[in-house]
């Protein structure tokens, strides 16, 4: 018979028993008080045990209902706790959420938008994996990965990006090199330089939109070094092994071993981008989206 009691029993016998009186725990739940009696009677049948000793002008717990009564308020507190548990995951508000992204990144529109998801949902673990762009689309494919911040990614069907951030490309130059003390370059000066750049594995349109930049000019550059990452980039540069086209936003980074030079009459530029799988519809994933679309409007992120 135990399958027979309802929450709503347990409701009513704490009413009861907080009240000491059936009248006045009727108007607090707002019932009649005779279907309220007929109901802690039911409980009672159920438990086989008397709840309440009533006389004519009180109402007391008997021992059982004193136990009775911690229980049930436990129980009580346990179901308000999970519904407002799985009210919070239904919103988005707790749970894990794994974010991959490239590091060049965090010089621009990455740290206003994690710190501004943290604080709007502090209770959700944040799991953040740096990677290069062609890695998070894996992460994202095989379902490792929630979300995808991408610099230019290649463009997938089963994806929905957007565009957070744009930002203008330019050139790394040592610093003493002989066009180093100018304002501004034309892609055209850097026709016989050898190039310092990141490789294609890191993804193919990341590798290629920048060196378009250059066969307009009618020439493709000579790539005589790689590496991963712009800190090293930018070493080997200062070094003299060779010049480099980057995001504006390394400059945040550069020593003064290089210069980065503003590009003239270029138009290409580089797009940070939020990619999730299409039709994405777990909260706690379009509430991460919602906040970094944001980014756009915040005009500290804006790299002119």
Known sequence: MDQDVELRHLRYFVAVAEELH???AALRLHLAQPPLSQQIRKLEEILGYALFTRTSRSVALTTAGEAFL???RRTLRNVQRDLEEARSIGRGEVGSLHVGFIGSGM?????????AYIEAYPLVTLRLHESFTAKVIDGLKEGTLDAGILRDGDPVDAFDVITLFSEPFVAVLPANHP????????PAHLRDEPFVYYPRSAGTRAFEKPLTIFEAHGFRPHIVQEASHWLTILRLVGAGLGVTVAPACV???SSPDVVCLPLRDVKVVSNIELACLAGESRPIVQRFAQIARSARNIAELVIS
Do not use: D, E, N
Request: hydrophobic letters at 45%.
């Open 22 to 24: 059936f009248g006045r």
């Open 70 to 72: 911690q229980s049930a």
């Open 107 to 115: 010089l621009a529109t990455l740290p206003a938008i994690f710190r």
């Open 179 to 186: 066009r180093a003390r100018q304002k501004t370059i034309s």
């Open 251 to 253: 400059a945040g980074i």
